[in-house]
């Protein structure tokens, strides 16, 4: 049995499940997620929890059983509370800003980067160089935080770039002088 699969989904109150047509649809407070889902999977409601399982052992389904259920675990959270993903942004001059459904941002090239915010999904920018992305889908919270992180990786001498809030930067130590 997959140690992920067997583990049971906990509905919170206010949010709705349904399965039809190999579709999950899950509705809560912050939105509405649908997802398909392979056959070889079966959901079963047990009072506020989902129980996920499978029809057979094959590799492939085993590892369908894990995926299925933290994905739909995934949407319950994201249509109950959500989904954040912060970005630092290092460097002098370097800043960001938004403007309407648009980050502006100042990365150490001659021209500002704009960076369209794609739908669903909301941006705030902070002075001291944080940006917060939050959204319902876990995955294009995660993709579009990625893809700001792409602009300008941060390099390990200085410390200048975008990282994650959380992430540590190895730094290196630069040339000694020393003949």
Do not use: C, W
């Not at 649908?34 to 009072?47: A, C, D, L, M, R």
């Not at 995934?74 to 459904?101: C, D, H, K, P, W």
């Not at 995660?142 to 893809?147: D, K, L, N, P, V």
């Amino acid at each position: 049995m997959s140690r992920i699969g067997k583990i049971l989904v906990k509905v919170p109150a206010g949010v709705k499940v349904s399965f039809q047509d190999e579709q999950i649809t899950v509705e809560g407070p912050k939105g509405k997620l649908t997802q398909k889902y392979h056959p070889v999977i079966t959901f079963e409601t047990k009072g506020d929890a989902i129980q996920v399982d499978r029809v057979n052992d094959e590799k492939q389904t085993r590892a369908f059983h894990g995926l299925y259920r933290n994905l739909l675990n995934n949407m319950v959270i994201g249509v109950s509370a959500g989904f954040t993903r912060s970005l630092v942004i290092t460097g002098v001059g370097y800043r960001a800003e938004v403007q309407g459904n648009i980050l502006n941002m100042n990365l150490g090239f001659s021209n500002e980067v704009l960076v369209g915010i794609p739908e669903g999904l909301s941006v705030v920018s902070e002075p001291n160089g944080k940006i917060t992305i939050s959204g319902i889908d876990k995955q294009r919270v995660g993709e579009f935080a990625s893809q700001l992180r792409k602009l300008r990786f941060p390099e390990p001498y200085k410390g200048k770039g975008i990282r994650y809030e959380d992430e540590q930067i190895r730094r290196k130590v630069g040339k000694s002088g020393v003949k």
